[in-house]
């Protein structure tokens, strides 16, 4: 059974009574399964989101294991309720073992983790299906494999639930895939028609359900979108370091004007750019990058680090963000969209 079946047979409308999700922990077998709330909005009404991108993890090289030492330190430091992945994670070396090392400081601080993976994770042996497979069932994960009628692995939607268990927030896991296999066009991959389709029905599906009022929503995939490059061609605001180019897609395929119509997306993090760490505001939806977490297994942005998202209980389109350095130092923490609005009025 579906890990989403799961939840349906449990629970009958997770709008209204809230919803159940099936995960294992470290004492329970793959035939034990439980019930634990959905990620939801702390006491205090706030969720804390920590990214990892761009790890590069190797198990051939020993250097690599300071990107689980970075991870275990961000979760032990900001205590975030969900870690991301988003992509170019394991690369090479015993891909199962890369895996099991690079989750394992979530699954031993019982911290909900999520992933979507990048251009590179499937070139050594394991195909990306068969990464999501080996990964999804482990303890404390909310990763899922997704529609298997549409392309990529690892499409699904994550529901953020309040005080009294209603989904007051989403956060969009999408396959930004790898490499254009399109006669002609070379260069990085692109969301497929299909992936568009599914998004665009989730999004209507959920505002439908929600008193048609769009819910506030973020997205986290691998490669970014060609409009951060517009972005950048029309000198809009940014805040963070931004030291090379973008590197989109080959084809703009319309996501971006999906989110736009949707009228959900409040804010997309990629990775991808390893030396690329900014945020900016594009027709009112922030774009931004996550901090490289890798090391000295790639090009090196140091000291390696981790963007943090929280977002709050408030039904607005807004949220605050910061990096956090492995050395401890926080940098450029905003507030989404108002600090960004300011740094445009001031411009």
Same mark, same amino acid.
């Given at each position: 059974?579906?890990?989403?079946? +799961?939840?349906?047979?449990?629970?009958?409308?997770?709008?209204?009574?809230?919803?159940?999700?099936?995960?294992?922990?470290?004492?329970?077998?793959?035939?034990?399964?439980?019930?634990?709330?959905?990620?939801? #909005?702390?006491?205090?009404?706030? +969720?804390?989101?920590? !990214?990892?991108?761009?790890?590069?993890?190797?198990?051939? =090289?020993?250097?690599?294991?300071?990107?689980?030492?970075?991870?275990?330190?961000?979760?032990?430091?900001?205590?975030?309720?969900?870690?991301?992945?988003?992509?170019?994670?394991? &690369?090479?070396?015993?891909?199962?073992?890369?895996?099991?090392?690079?989750?394992?400081?979530?699954?031993?601080?019982?911290? %909900?983790?999520?992933?979507?993976?990048?251009?590179?994770?499937?070139?050594? %042996?394991?195909? *990306?299906?068969?990464?999501?497979?080996?990964?999804?069932?482990?303890?404390?994960?909310?990763?899922?494999?997704?529609?298997?009628?549409?392309?990529?692995?690892?499409?699904?939607?994550?529901?953020?639930?309040?005080?009294?268990?209603?989904?007051?927030?989403?956060?969009?896991?999408?396959?930004?895939?790898?490499?254009?296999?399109? =006669?002609? &066009?070379?260069?990085?991959?692109?969301?497929?028609?299909? !992936?568009?389709?599914?998004?665009?029905?989730?999004?209507?599906?959920?505002? !439908?359900?929600?008193?048609?009022?769009?819910?506030?929503?973020?997205?986290?995939?691998?490669?970014?979108?060609?409009?951060?490059?517009?972005?950048?061609?029309?000198?809009?605001?940014?805040?963070?370091?931004?030291?090379?180019?973008?590197?989109?897609?080959?084809?703009?395929?319309?996501? #971006?004007?999906?989110?736009?119509?949707?009228?959900?997306?409040?804010?997309?993090?990629?990775?991808?750019?390893?030396?690329?760490?900014?945020?900016?505001?594009?027709?009112?939806?922030?774009?931004?990058?996550? *901090?490289?977490?890798?090391?000295?297994?790639? %090009?090196?942005?140091?000291?390696?680090?981790?963007?943090?998202?929280?977002?709050?209980?408030?039904?607005?389109?807004?949220?605050?963000?910061?990096?956090?350095?492995?050395?401890?130092?926080?940098?450029?923490?905003?507030? &989404?969209?108002?600090?960004?609005?300011?740094?445009?009025?001031?411009?």
């Amino acid at each position: 059974m579906k890990r989403r079946d +799961f939840i349906k047979a449990g629970f009958s409308s997770p709008l209204s009574i809230g919803a159940g999700l099936a995960i294992l922990n470290e004492n329970t077998t793959a035939s034990e399964k439980i019930i634990t709330p959905l990620l939801r #909005f702390s006491d205090n009404g706030t +969720f804390k989101i920590a !990214q990892i991108t761009d790890t590069h993890y190797r198990t051939d =090289k020993n250097i690599a294991k300071e990107s689980v030492r970075l991870i275990e330190e961000i979760i032990d430091t900001e205590k975030p309720q969900l870690v991301v992945y988003t992509g170019d994670i394991v &690369v090479s070396g015993n891909i199962r073992q890369g895996w099991d090392e690079i989750l394992a400081p979530c699954i031993e601080r019982k911290t %909900y983790w999520a992933v979507v993976l990048g251009n590179h994770d499937h070139e050594s %042996y394991w195909s *990306r299906q068969q990464i999501i497979d080996h990964i999804k069932d482990k303890p404390y994960s909310v990763t899922e494999s997704g529609p298997d009628n549409i392309k990529g692995a690892g499409n699904y939607v994550l529901e953020i639930v309040d005080s009294d268990n209603k989904i007051a927030a989403l956060l969009y896991c999408m396959d930004s895939n790898a490499y254009s296999s399109l =006669k002609g &066009v070379k260069g990085y991959d692109w969301f497929s028609p299909d !992936q568009i389709t599914w998004y665009k029905k989730q999004s209507t599906e959920y505002t !439908q359900k929600n008193n048609n009022t769009p819910l506030p929503s973020l997205a986290f995939f691998h490669i970014p979108l060609n409009e951060y490059g517009e972005m950048i061609h029309y000198k809009r605001t940014i805040i963070g370091d931004r030291g090379e180019n973008e590197c989109p897609g080959a084809v703009n395929s319309g996501m #971006f004007l999906a989110m736009l119509e949707s009228r959900d997306i409040m804010g997309v993090f990629t990775g991808h750019d390893h030396v690329n760490d900014y945020i900016g505001l594009w027709h009112n939806i922030a774009l931004g990058y996550g *901090r490289f977490s890798g090391t000295k297994t790639t %090009y090196v942005k140091e000291p390696h680090g981790s963007r943090i998202i929280e977002i709050s209980n408030s039904r607005k389109r807004t949220f605050k963000t910061w990096i956090r350095l492995r050395n401890g130092e926080i940098l450029h923490s905003i507030q &989404v969209p108002q600090d960004l609005s300011k740094e445009e009025e001031k411009s």
